[in-house]
């Protein structure tokens, strides 16, 4: 009943199973859970770390590549959840094929050995897992790796926005928590996890694009001027030459959508 007050879409989905109760009060814990007073009892519902920081001592509960998520009320655990995540369809294919030119790293809340089954599942190295890790503390994973170079972050919950915040590149689906929305640069529409390497080829051509359109707007004014300061130069050819150009940048921009639309 308390994580049904909860904004996280795991809660969410505890509280659709959960039984019914009257919830008094609600405080949300970010990145470790909830705190409730429901029938008149308090009850703390959150992961490993909350209930190690609260003092409880944790079953021996096989949970196997889960994250658990326990229920405890002033006498000890009385219930745990073991969560399981889904790759969204293509997950693996699209990280592959960004793994070619990019390093690809899982930064996650989850236990390392859900993480490590995540990384598994995508074809990742477990080097290159960070897990176990608060809001907080993803964004200072984000400003660490950008010690080495550019980084984008892809992200759609609440506890994403801080690292979306802090990476050059902020990535989040439409389906998202508002707050990752507006922390991120850009928004792939729905769940298409597709669209994170579409965006980034897109980026990569509308670079390429503007390089060249720059080269050879350049190149007319660098030819152009001196032979018509010269006098060498008829006017209406200048004036051609100048409109030549414009179209030719034109053009050369207008590739830009059967290359976005044709690449993966």
């Not at 720059?214 to 004014?221: D, E, I, P, Q, V």
Request: aromatic letters at 4%.
């Amino acid at each position: 009943m308390a994580e049904r007050q909860s904004t996280h879409p795991l809660a969410a989905a505890i509280g659709r199973e959960a039984g019914d109760g009257v919830v008094t009060k609600v405080e949300e814990l970010a990145g470790r859970g909830v705190k409730a007073v429901v029938d008149g009892k308090v009850l703390v519902i959150g992961s490993v770390r909350m209930m190690e920081e609260l003092g409880y001592k944790l079953p021996d509960w096989p949970m196997r590549a889960m994250t658990p998520v326990y229920v405890a009320d002033k006498s000890g655990i009385v219930a745990a959840f073991g969560l399981q995540d889904q790759l969204k369809p293509k997950s693996r294919d699209v990280v592959q094929a960004l793994s070619q030119t990019r390093d690809v790293y899982v930064l996650t809340g989850d236990r390392k050995e859900v993480a490590y089954a995540i990384a598994d599942e995508l074809g990742l190295p477990h080097h290159q897992v960070i897990a176990e890790v608060l809001p907080v503390e993803k964004a200072d994973q984000i400003e660490h790796l950008k010690q080495s170079g550019r980084v984008a972050m892809v992200g759609d919950g609440m506890n994403d926005a801080p690292a979306l915040a802090v990476a050059d590149v902020g990535i989040a689906f439409g389906s998202g928590t508002d707050v990752a929305l507006e922390a991120a640069d850009v928004t792939i529409v729905g769940q298409d996890i597709e669209g994170v390497s579409r965006a980034m080829n897109m980026s990569r051509l509308t670079m390429k694009n503007i390089r060249q359109n720059l080269f050879w707007a350049l190149a007319y004014n660098s030819l152009g001027i001196p032979v018509a300061a010269a006098g060498l130069l008829a006017p209406w050819i200048a004036g051609a030459a100048m409109a030549f150009s414009s179209v030719s940048v034109v053009l050369n921009a207008l590739r830009l959508k059967t290359q976005g639309g044709s690449s993966s």
